[in-house]
């Protein structure tokens, strides 16, 4: 979608949820000058931000990240869902909290944004689709690979038959923070592998091993060809009760495709950050396949290798732009142009990751921990909203 010189761009405005480092990243995408990525058609403007814990601290967040002295400060979720001047809200905080406070934003009828991954449980993930869905809201996970011109390139390539009938997808994120004597670089309250905030490899990590699967062996079918897959999952616990490691085989039966997902907290997917290991992500066809250089989240390279290609690579980069100075261009700002097209549009739901994809990856993650018998408390497994909720509120 584009524009004529004449015409006025698209204009969303934001409310930000939380003022951590992933909160501070999107912002700071979000306020670049949408031409810097070649966008004619959408712009953001910030209206607020909100802390839990104090008005203080979002005013410091709004501080950091420049943002224009309009922009408001609220030290409570509910201020922030209130505001009338919001169109759409991005969730930021862990994903312990993400089913109670998108609840929150859209119980006050605020189209929502919301990080990966969604939610803890599948059965959260439904009551969210399904609340969105009854206020004809517009509700979207925030995978933000999925918007990276990239990611549209190789799910092209794979739906035009380059490299021939796709039957295979391995993924791997995992990074090295092994310190020996069966001990993480986390302190156990760390988000990572803290239980309180759902932490484990596989919630944070490897949704991005699944998004790749997902991307290559269930998007790119026909609506009416999609299937759950069967899962086996091997999970190995931290001492904390979080995953450390997750590897899960994914088969789709109509389809004769595997995938094959993999996470770790001790082990490095880049050995020495340079991809001389190899690639993270490989697409494997009956006539070729394609090489995704990691990391998984934030790629940056793509290659192809075909059966008739006499042994050469086809060797693509997909560079971000990026002003080191100002610190942005990570790359959140194509999730947000997605969500602004889509509330152009009137559309409830992307189409590069529509509800009932949320849902599948959900729903794979469930199955997966729950043979690795990881178990989270209730204050973040229920899928019973409560405003008050001290996942809303803050207080303890």
């Given at each position: 979608?584009?524009s004529?010189?004449?015409?006025?761009?698209?204009?969303v405005?934001?409310?930000?949820?939380?003022?951590?480092?992933?909160?501070?990243?999107?912002?700071?995408?979000?306020?670049?000058?949408?031409?810097?990525?070649g966008?004619?058609?959408v712009?953001?403007e910030?209206i607020?931000?909100?802390?839990?814990?104090?008005?203080?601290?979002?005013?410091?967040?709004?501080a950091k990240v420049k943002?224009?002295?309009?922009a408001?400060?609220?030290?409570s979720?509910h201020?922030?869902?209130?505001?009338?001047?919001?169109?759409?809200?991005?969730?930021?905080?862990?994903?312990?909290?993400?089913?109670?406070?998108?609840m929150?934003?859209?119980?006050?009828?605020?189209?929502?944004?919301?990080?990966?991954?969604?939610?803890?449980?599948?059965?959260?993930t439904h009551?969210?689709?399904?609340t969105?869905?009854?206020?004809?809201?517009f509700?979207?996970?925030?995978?933000?690979?999925?918007?990276?011109?990239?990611s549209?390139q190789?799910?092209?390539?794979?739906?035009?038959?380059?490299?021939?009938?796709?039957y295979r997808?391995?993924?791997?994120?995992?990074?090295?923070?092994?310190?020996?004597?069966?001990?993480?670089?986390?302190?156990?309250?760390?988000r990572?592998?803290?239980?309180?905030?759902?932490?484990g490899?596989?919630l944070?990590?490897?949704?991005?091993s699944?998004?790749?699967?997902?991307?290559?062996?269930?998007?790119?079918q026909p609506?009416?060809?999609?299937?759950?897959?069967?899962?086996?999952?091997?999970?190995?616990?931290y001492?904390t009760?979080?995953?450390e490691s997750?590897s899960?085989?994914?088969?789709?039966?109509?389809?004769?495709t595997?995938?094959?997902?993999l996470t770790?907290?001790?082990?490095?997917?880049?050995?020495d950050g340079?991809?001389?290991?190899g690639p993270a992500i490989?697409?494997?066809?009956?006539?070729g396949?394609?090489?995704?250089?990691?990391?998984?989240?934030?790629?940056?390279?793509y290659?192809?290798?075909?059966?008739?290609g006499?042994?050469?690579?086809?060797?693509?980069?997909c560079?971000?732009?990026?002003?080191?100075?100002?610190d942005?261009?990570?790359?959140?700002f194509?999730e947000?142009?997605?969500?602004a097209?889509c509330l152009h549009d009137?559309k409830?739901?992307?189409?590069?990751?529509?509800?009932?994809?949320?849902i599948a990856i959900?729903?794979?993650?469930d199955?997966?921990?729950?043979?690795?018998g990881?178990?989270y408390?209730d204050?973040?497994?229920?899928?019973?909203y409560?405003?008050?909720?001290p996942?809303?509120t803050?207080?303890?």
């Amino acid at each position: 979608m584009a524009s004529s010189s004449s015409t006025p761009l698209f204009t969303v405005r934001w409310g930000i949820m939380a003022t951590g480092w992933i909160a501070e990243t999107f912002t700071k995408d979000l306020l670049t000058n949408p031409a810097s990525r070649g966008v004619d058609d959408v712009r953001h403007e910030l209206i607020a931000a909100a802390s839990s814990s104090s008005k203080q601290t979002a005013d410091g967040f709004l501080a950091k990240v420049k943002a224009p002295s309009s922009a408001k400060a609220y030290g409570s979720y509910h201020e922030l869902v209130a505001d009338p001047d919001i169109d759409i809200v991005y969730v930021a905080t862990p994903h312990s909290h993400h089913f109670q406070n998108a609840m929150l934003a859209l119980d006050a009828g605020k189209n929502v944004l919301c990080e990966k991954s969604l939610t803890v449980t599948a059965a959260q993930t439904h009551k969210l689709v399904a609340t969105a869905r009854a206020k004809n809201l517009f509700f979207m996970e925030a995978v933000w690979t999925r918007y990276f011109p990239l990611s549209i390139q190789v799910r092209k390539l794979i739906q035009d038959g380059a490299i021939g009938t796709v039957y295979r997808a391995i993924a791997d994120l995992s990074l090295g923070n092994d310190i020996g004597d069966g001990n993480l670089s986390f302190a156990d309250s760390h988000r990572m592998v803290n239980p309180d905030l759902a932490g484990g490899a596989l919630l944070d990590l490897g949704i991005y091993s699944l998004t790749w699967v997902f991307q290559a062996l269930y998007h790119v079918q026909p609506e009416e060809e999609k299937e759950a897959p069967d899962v086996l999952a091997a999970v190995t616990k931290y001492h904390t009760g979080a995953d450390e490691s997750t590897s899960i085989i994914l088969q789709f039966p109509k389809h004769k495709t595997t995938g094959i997902a993999l996470t770790s907290l001790r082990i490095a997917t880049d050995v020495d950050g340079h991809n001389t290991a190899g690639p993270a992500i490989r697409i494997q066809g009956s006539a070729g396949e394609i090489q995704v250089m990691g990391p998984a989240y934030r790629p940056l390279q793509y290659r192809v290798v075909t059966k008739s290609g006499g042994g050469k690579v086809d060797v693509v980069d997909c560079p971000i732009p990026r002003d080191d100075a100002r610190d942005w261009g990570h790359g959140m700002f194509w999730e947000a142009d997605e969500a602004a097209r889509c509330l152009h549009d009137g559309k409830r739901e992307s189409a590069s990751l529509p509800w009932s994809e949320s849902i599948a990856i959900m729903e794979v993650m469930d199955e997966a921990l729950k043979q690795g018998g990881v178990t989270y408390s209730d204050l973040i497994t229920t899928d019973i909203y409560d405003p008050q909720s001290p996942l809303n509120t803050g207080k303890r």
